[in-house]
């Protein structure tokens, strides 16, 4: 199994800053993807960026700009720092991650708990 401990969340006031971490543990072979995830009470989980294993980025739209995602693979370990964040960001952040446990295991994704993250003043 492969366990994923997220944090950094917390309360936050517009134009602020905010690092969130995600730490993977367990059967662990290669991390593939890496990413970060959001959603809002009522409303779709929706992709806020990923990173994949060689170093390539994708970033939602609403987030470009403010949003910086990056991975320390010696650690299994995915950041994702947050500046000038607005009201709008206000979401439960969520990390995932795609997995091969062994040389011979099929890609598996894994999802942390989640962590609040609230931007008021």
């Known amino acids: 199994q492969v366990q994923l401990v997220e944090s950094g969340g917390g309360l936050v006031q517009p134009g602020g800053s905010l690092r969130l971490s995600c730490a993977a543990s367990g059967t662990i072979f290669t991390i593939n993807t890496m990413g970060w995830y959001r959603q809002v009470p009522g409303k779709e989980r929706e992709l806020v960026a990923h990173?994949?294993?060689?170093?390539?980025?994708h970033y939602a739209d609403s987030v470009k700009g403010r949003f910086t995602i990056s991975r320390d693979n010696a650690k299994n370990t995915v950041y994702l720092q947050m500046n000038s964040l607005k009201p709008e960001d206000t979401a439960i952040y969520y990390c995932n991650v795609d997995v091969y446990r062994d040389a011979y295991d099929p890609l598996r994704d894994y999802w942390g708990p989640g962590t609040l993250v609230t931007v008021s003043s």
């Open positions: 990173i994949n294993i060689g170093g390539s980025t």
